[in-house]
C-alpha cells in the first residue's frame, strides 16, 4: 500500500490545520493507521493512532484533547484534526499503517508502510 499525506501548511499559535493521508494499492480499511511527526534536531514521535476496526484510538499526552484522528474507508484515507496548534507542534508529519491490529500502536516498528511527510509549521 502507498500513502499519500497532504495538509502541509503553516498557522499561527493557536490555529487549526487538517492533514489526510491516502492510501492507494488496497483497501484501507483492514489497516491500522496512525499519525507520527518529528521535529527538527529531535527523534520521530508518536502522535495519534486508530485501529483497523475504527473503535479504538490512542493519543500522545501532548496532543490529547487539542488533535482527533479519524478514518473514512470510503475515501481510504485518515485524518488528522489539529486545533489549539502550538509552536512545539511544529514539525513533518507522517502517516503510518498496518495490518490490523486491535489496538493502535503507539511504536515505528509496528508499522509496516510510510508516507513521505507533510510539513506543518505553527508561528508564535
Known amino acids: 500500500v502507498q500513502l499519500q499525506a497532504s495538509g502541509e501548511g503553516l498557522v499561527q499559535a493557536g490555529g487549526s490545520l487538517r492533514l489526510s493521508c491516502t492510501a492507494s494499492g488496497h483497501t484501507f480499511s483492514t489497516y491500522s493507521k496512525a499519525w507520527f511527526r518529528q521535529a527538527p534536531g529531535k527523534e520521530r514521535e508518536f502522535v495519534a493512532g486508530?485501529?483497523?476496526?475504527?473503535?479504538?484510538?490512542r493519543y500522545a499526552d501532548s496532543v490529547k484533547v487539542r488533535f482527533t484522528i479519524s478514518r473514512d474507508d470510503a475515501k481510504n484515507t485518515v485524518s488528522l484534526q489539529m486545533n489549539s496548534l502550538k509552536p512545539e507542534d511544529t514539525a513533518v508529519y507522517y502517516c503510518?499503517?498496518?495490518?490490523?491490529?486491535?489496538?493502535?500502536?503507539?511504536?515505528?516498528?509496528?508499522?509496516?508502510?510510510w508516507g513521505q511527510g507533510t510539513l506543518v509549521t505553527v508561528s508564535s
Open positions: 503510518a499503517a498496518h495490518m490490523y491490529g486491535l489496538q493502535p500502536g503507539e511504536y515505528e516498528f509496528e508499522y509496516d508502510y
Open positions: 486508530i485501529n483497523w476496526g475504527g473503535d479504538s484510538t
